[in-house]
Nanobody
Framework: QVHLVESGGGLVQPGGSLRLSCAAS????????MSWYRQAPGKEREFVAR????????GYADSVKDRFTIYRDNATNTVSLQMNSLKLEDTAVYYC?????????WGQGTQVTVSS
């Protein structure tokens, strides 16, 4: 059974930083691409960042480019999202997703609140 468990969310002031982590189990982690999505209250879930399984190529939403960095550690089955220069509009529940081989799996999410 596949489990994705996010951690690292919390309350931070504008301009601050947080690092989210997603621990995966029950799958061959290195064979899956990994993504982060987020969902703010009253809005649809939106793509934030992705990292491919091969060569580790990355992609970002324009709204987070140059502020967020996604990286993965295939030795520990973990994908992380370093978030810098946080803005009020980054407030959301952040989800990680594993996808590939015809399947996709989601975690339960972690809350990030940016507030002064």
């Amino acid at each position: 059974q596949v489990h994705l468990v996010e951690s690292g969310g919390g309350l931070v002031q504008p301009g601050g930083s947080l690092r989210l982590s997603c621990a995966a189990s029950g799958l061959t982690f290195s064979r899956y691409a990994m993504s982060w999505y987020r969902q703010a209250p009253g809005k649809e879930r939106e793509f934030v960042a992705r990292i491919f399984s091969v060569a580790g190529g990355t992609g970002y939403a324009d709204s987070v480019k140059d502020r967020f960095t996604i990286y993965r550690d295939n030795a520990t089955n973990t994908v992380s999202l370093q978030m810098n220069s946080l803005k009020l509009e980054d407030t959301a529940v952040y989800y990680c997703k594993a996808w590939g081989l015809g399947s996709e799996y989601w975690g339960q999410g972690t809350q990030v609140t940016v507030s002064s």
